[in-house]
């Protein structure tokens, strides 16, 4: 072979090189965001699962911020968070009543924003990570909204352990909107911040963006249905 057959086979070697290559990335990129797909469904499962379900199991008053031994918001005047709920457990003989807190844990800029539970004791733990939002909104037995003003103006009804006084107007609660919202956990896979993607990311293109998906489920508590 001569020197010229020999540059010209390598060209041609280089150029099905870069073709294979070429055709690899965004199939590479595809299984990752798939991957990643079916991780955030799960994250948005556990989460609604592990709301619902103490939801389900609620008694009476629902909370629209965090009580109990530490950091309880009535202690600081705080009555009303958008993105925090606190449920009783109902009244079931001698057994003690305790409440569990669910709100949202933000990370800023560097960190993982996390759907938080508190047992209305010491421990506060993560349940589901890379949570971007996490909103609730109450109705009452007719099926109109209660207005956060009025969750948090009195009159107040006097509570006892673990809740203290409380806005009288939860009482009206008959249904609550849980909505949460998760991201890809990995940067490469989400575009700039925007409609799509709450928290910016260094996609290089869109074949490669995965939005973040948002879920929102109504639960009836069954245990105020009479109430």
């Known amino acids: 072979m001569t020197i010229t057959e020999l ?7 280089i150029g099905l090189i870069a073709t294979l290559f070429g055709i690899a990335d965004p199939l590479q990129g595809m299984f990752d965001g798939q991957l990643e797909l079916a991780e955030m469904h799960q994250r948005l499962r556990t989460g609604v699962h592990a709301i619902e379900r103490d939801l389900l199991a609620a008694g009476s008053p629902i909370m629209p911020y965090r009580v109990g031994a530490r950091r309880s918001d009535p202690a600081a ?27 949202l844990r933000r990370g800023g800029a560097a960190g993982t924003s996390q759907l938080m539970h508190y047992d ?21 037995a007719d099926g109109s909204e209660l207005d956060p003003a009025t969750l948090q103006d009195g009159p107040w009804s006097p509570g006892d352990v673990p809740t203290g006084a409380f806005d009288a107007d939860l009482l009206r609660i008959r249904r609550v909107r849980v909505t949460l919202r998760v991201q890809a956990a990995r940067a490469a896979l989400r575009g700039p911040a925007g409609v799509l993607f709450t928290n910016g990311g260094t996609a290089a293109s869109m074949e490669r963006y995965l939005p973040d998906r948002e879920i929102r489920v109504d639960v009836a508590p069954r245990n105020l249905d009479g109430d």
């Open 120 to 140: 209305g004791v010491e421990t506060d733990a993560p349940v589901v990570d890379h949570v971007v939002a996490l909103a609730f909104d109450y109705f009452e």
């Open 7 to 13: 540059l010209v086979a390598a060209a041609i070697a």
């Open 77 to 103: 005047g705080i009555f009303y968070r958008l993105d925090t709920i606190t449920v009783l457990s109902a009244p079931a003989g001698d057994v003690p009543i305790t409440a569990e807190t669910y709100y």
